[in-house]
């Protein structure tokens, strides 16, 4: 990260932080989840930076971005990431977005249609109806409150109990941004999401559905999406759950490497359906 740049720009009304690899090289941009950070997308960036210039922006709410006191639905997030994308001047970026991020990289394409040169989803929170009333209702918000307020060393050991799989550097990341995350980040989690279906049969580029063998986005519903979009091909990383960036770090960088291969590939190869296994 020693040559990374950091830089804050006005988007959408509101400071926008963000981490960069920085180089002339082509943009990619990587949007979190809930109470992540861009700088939990750091391990892949490392992996990526030598092909693409990496930006990683803080999510209204999260890291160093402002906290406004309300407009956190996907509509807002995805109106601020078209807006950093205009300000930053981003030439056809790829778009990249795990869970939240995810959700919010589909509304981008969505919206700007050949403006970006390709988007990969992670495990998004493409969820039922019924699904997204429970994760409304549930404590994970009053849950986040209580945790505010502990220690960060008390947290980081109990996480690290919990999945001791997961490289201490990238507890540290996803730590430091829980407790940087603002509760009014939630509102985000308020029913109706938007329709995930008809936003993915109208994603005009190249595309890729990651999903892991025990996450949100069921293999049977990546299939079903595919059938939906002829752009869209689907992966599924074993061992891996929500969190699949973190679970499967090296095959998820494979993963994304190998689409980002055939993105810029001069041939038409990105338009082959058939799904990804690593």
Known sequence: MT????????????????????GDKRPLLALHGLTGSGACWTPLARALQDRYDVFMPDARGHGASSAPPHGYLYRNLADDVIGLIKTLGLVAPVLLGHSMGGMTAAVVAHEMGTA?????????????????????????AERHRRLLGRNK?????????????RSLELLELIIDARLQTDTRAFEVLTPPNPDYRELVKGIAVPSLLVVGTNGVVSVETARELQELNPRLRHGVIA????????????EFAAAVGSFLATVDAPTPNCLERSPTTV
Not at 116 to 140: H, K, M, N, W
Not at 240 to 250: E, K, N, T
Request: proline residues 6%; hydrophobic residues 35%.
């Open 239 to 250: 061992n891996a759950g929500h969190g699949l960036p973190y679970d499967q770090p090296v």
């Open 153 to 165: 060393d008390a947290v980081l050991a109990e996480t690290k109990a919990r999945q001791p799989h």
């Open 116 to 140: 970006i040169r390709g988007v990969i989803l992670a495990d998004p929170t493409f969820l039922s109806a019924e699904r997204q009333r429970e994760v409304y209702e549930s404590d994970v």
């Open 3 to 22: 040559n990374w740049i950091r830089g804050t720009c006005t988007a959408n009304g509101i400071d926008i932080h963000y981490l960069r690899t920085s």
